[in-house]
């Protein structure tokens, strides 16, 4: 078990590298969607107050 886990961790040397390919990309998901929640609210509150 634990050799299987090794070996998707460190992907053959390349892990590091995949690693950190996937938290940049799931970080700029998450602030995409920070923004884009962040931009529905400010237009919601700028409808209501019209």
Sequence with gaps: MLENFNDLLYMDGNGLFVWFCMAFV?????????????????????????
């Design 26 to 50: 799931i970080l700029v998901l998450s602030l995409n969607i920070l923004y884009a929640i962040k931009k529905k609210r400010k237009l919601i509150k700028l409808i209501r107050s019209s």
